[in-house]
């Protein structure tokens, strides 16, 4: 069974809103002197509230056991198959600091990498220069290299010895072997295409790393080459906008977020650091979409830092300011996680995450807390990440009666 | 995974007898004062009995978020995947008035309609004419229009404004373009054969629109042609005996279920217009089958009028009736729904509805009440509709080990 075979016979546009909330890595494990989860010990109100007035469940973001990151982890959330419609590793990174990308175009993480005189890798992150160096070893090589063979060349810093690189012109394809050895003391590998199309490609990269090293032969710095990785175009993919006619629209202060939704064709709206930030935003645009993916990231940040008392004040914070919501009405509201960061684990995780999905046609059930153990008892039960967008769409009454 | 692999290996006839009891529309939503469901509020003793000695959970019709129609959501109860094995609305008004089809068969749904001299259809209704007028209207058709090019047709009134209409011959196919434009004051569409194999359909098709117009073209009636909508064929599907070894009977009262379960090659057991019928049937017909489909239609209806309180009135009366089938044995019984039919939204819905299966092999657990949110506690959990028939075969003990 498959939705796609259904949607486009069911579905309609309607009036009504839809509202997606993910706390980023919101779901942990409990504490090992309290026996209690972050959110658990978290004073939540709202969250709560919530909770108690919607139907809960718990939602497993790719598959059982499988721990995504935060590409899968919202493509998930979007209605895609995570597996199907992976993003690669270079388009992310461009889209992470607000490159724009075409469908043509061919998007590459870079790393400076130190390299002796015998075409040895000794250093794949050239020592973790410092990101003020990493500019002025951009500007060089952009002022330098514009252009290979017809191909324009994009270059910018990301940070310490990390950048990003498009590739922008006719003919290019992403199939190509990355030159980077995977650890230190190897030689470079070879940047071979891998199929007839992407010939063209390959020569360009090939001669993109040759002047690299060229130009930072002299220089004063550890950074004597780049490693190309994670070579990869934008998926081809239905928009948000054909696959569930929803005018959409994301609120994410972080570019990595944003630039998710920009593949799946959402449009971004400017806002700023904080959550309050989004929350005004998404007040000023209320008027003009039907879907609003709003995204939290600050939940997450300190599960990876395995900083569990700071995860819960920030949760506790994020249910303050989510509280401001309360005056918009929506069809139906979703607030859930893109997968569990638990302190304890100081990563991403596998756990399934909790789950409501508030409107006047869930049915509440007894659950009254926003909690990991709370929400499994739900009546939505346990289902995929890839079906809330779905029930979204029923509980606000956009899909028609499937069959006679 | 997929159970069209395993079970032909793994299946086996036995004597032990399976009943499948459909609740059309059990399922509901909560009374804006009482906070209680349909369900919730009626007095059900014999369901909740059944639920306190059985292994509850809830079922999804088709996929969550999905509102089936009852073709879906009973293809569904029966094994088959909702999607693959779509009935076409033309062969569903035909069983659902009882004519036979054979698979050659296409089955078409008629709108008598106005039109007017320069073909523009200004009512798709023909002002909803009586169900009396139609009649004589389709006796004049019918004794007109008995064969054309070979291929034998035959018109049955339905109701109101609507009629079926049969195409009997060799070499004919559904795929067949319809001359419904859909909406008033909108030219008739031209019937186009789809491909190679349908021109012979369509040729039929055109010169029945015509000869339908002449003979209505001076009669005392709104109705001045018909528009064709629905044109399909039987679905072709392994029969319920091929697929399970079973030798199953229908028992519904309602004319669509009938034909729903002859698509898939059950029996059909002359019954009555009452639940007290198709149970006297059902114990008449008891030891000549060994899977029993008893449907009870009563229960939707008052869901789809909005009539709360007359859904609980319905659902009390079916629960007295159905304890009288406490003196028949069966090797696994299960009660569900074909879909949710809550009475606040006066339709068919994707909430998941009540299930429970009995069986000297079921695990009795703590839910006491044959409703929505405490089915949802049962340790059958959530699972789709399509998968009840094989934990029925399985709790009868009609299902060998799988692999060594």
Partial sequence: MDYDKILPGIIKKTDSKILLIVLDGVGGLPHPETGKTELETANIPFLDEMAANSSCGTAVPVLNGITPGSGPGHTSLFGYDPVETQIGRGVLE???????????????????????????????????????????????????????????????????????????????????????????????????????????????????????????????????????????????????????????????????????????????????????????????????????????????????????????????EADRKLSFLKNLSFGSIAITGDHSTPAVMKSHSWHPVPLLINSPYAIPDEVKRFTERECAKGILGRIYSSEIIYLLLAYSLKLNKFGA
């Fill in 94 to 316: 461009c889209l992470g600091i607000d490159i724009p990308l075409d469908k043509e175009d061919v998007a590459i993480r870079g790393n400076f990498a130190t390299i002796n005189a015998a075409g040895i890798v000794t250093d794949r992150r050239a020592g973790r220069i410092a990101t003020e160096e990493n500019r002025k070893i951009v500007s060089l090589i952009s002022e330098n290299i514009r252009e290979i063979s017809g191909v324009k060349i994009e270059i910018r810093t990301v940070k310490e010895h990390r950048c990003a690189i498009v590739l922008r012109g006719s003919g290019l394809s992403p199939n190509v072997s990355e030159n980077d050895p995977q650890k230190d003391g190897s030689p470079l590998k070879p940047i071979i295409a891998l199929n007839k199309s992407s010939k063209k490609t390959a020569s360009v990269l090939v001669e993109f790393e040759k002047r690299v090293m060229e130009l930072l032969k002299n220089e004063d710095t550890r950074a004597k080459g780049i490693l190309l990785r994670g070579i990869s175009k934008l998926p081809d993919i239905q928009s948000f906008e054909e696959k569930y006619k929803l005018n959409a629209v994301c609120i994410a202060s972080y570019p990595m977020y944003r630039g998710i939704s920009k593949v799946v064709g959402m449009d971004i709206a400017k806002t700023g650091e904080t959550l309050e930030d989004e929350i005004k935003t998404l007040k000023e645009v209320y008027n003009r979409y039907d879907f609003f993916f709003l995204h939290i990231k600050k939940t997450d940040s300190y599960g990876e830092d395995g900083n569990f008392d700071a995860k819960v004040h920030l949760l506790e």
